[in-house]
């Protein structure tokens, strides 16, 4: 009798708060967190697959991967969750994360996890920073200490999206600054949402590594072209 009411209840439920698959639109349960249906993830997953990028004499980090290509269902996601406030779509997007690098990176030998920040102005507009709040869900999932403070940018600089390589160093020189945080002799994983050239996440690993840290991964959810 338990279950029937049960069942009922999800069913009403279901019919009052219904909840839609993203990309496709297919109905999902009410319940769900994650707002892709299978065939999407798992087509997500057949089109891309993580890329790892070591750094160089020019980078100042050891190693970036990343989950998947800046583009299709991703790139859609990431701009409804970016520039059209749909922050519910955090925990799809942190399910993406996690289920792409689970097999990849070896999460034991990290010791804290940071976000790349964003200037207090930016974020005040946007309302909040993504990488951070990708951060967040990553450290949760992976139960390893998450660090908001230790990186600040002090330095409003202009979106990196169409300068080129050269403009890009030159736009992303000096604009971040550690602001506190016992980092010294750790391995810090730093989170962003698209790598394209690395200039980004180079310039804050820069600055971590200059402040004690013993080295800096990187991983992103999409790479950019």
Not at 32 to 61: H, Q, W
Not at 144 to 168: F, H, P
Not at 175 to 201: C, E, H, N, P
Request: proline share 1%.
């Amino acid at each position: 009798m338990k279950q029937l009411i049960s069942e009922i209840s999800h069913a009403a439920l279901n019919m009052a708060f219904p909840a839609y698959c993203q990309n496709c639109n297919t109905r999902l349960s009410f319940d769900t967190k994650i707002y892709l249906c299978k065939g999407c993830i798992e087509n997500i997953r057949l089109c891309s697959a993580p890329v790892l990028t070591r750094g160089g004499n020019d980078s100042f980090f050891r190693e970036a991967w990343h989950c998947y290509k800046y583009e299709g269902i991703v790139k859609e996601l990431l701009h409804k969750f970016k520039y059209n406030k749909k922050l519910f779509l955090k925990h799809t997007l942190t399910h993406l994360f996690y289920s792409a690098l689970k097999d990849c990176v070896d999460y034991n030998n990290i010791d804290l996890i940071a976000a790349v920040p964003m200037h207090r102005i930016d974020e005040n507009n946007r309302g909040f920073n993504q990488s951070a709040i990708l951060a967040k869900g990553l450290s949760s999932l992976l139960n390893i200490d998450y660090n908001s403070y230790c990186l600040q940018k002090a330095k409003r600089t202009r979106e990196q999206i169409g300068l080129s390589k050269k403009e890009r160093l030159g736009n992303i020189k000096s604009a971040f600054s550690f602001s506190g945080g016992d980092i010294g002799k750790k391995d810090l994983l730093l989170v962003d949402d698209v790598f394209t050239t690395g200039a980004t996440v180079s310039e804050c690993a820069k600055v971590l590594m200059a402040n004690g840290a013993g080295s800096v991964s990187v991983i992103t959810l999409a790479k950019g072209i």
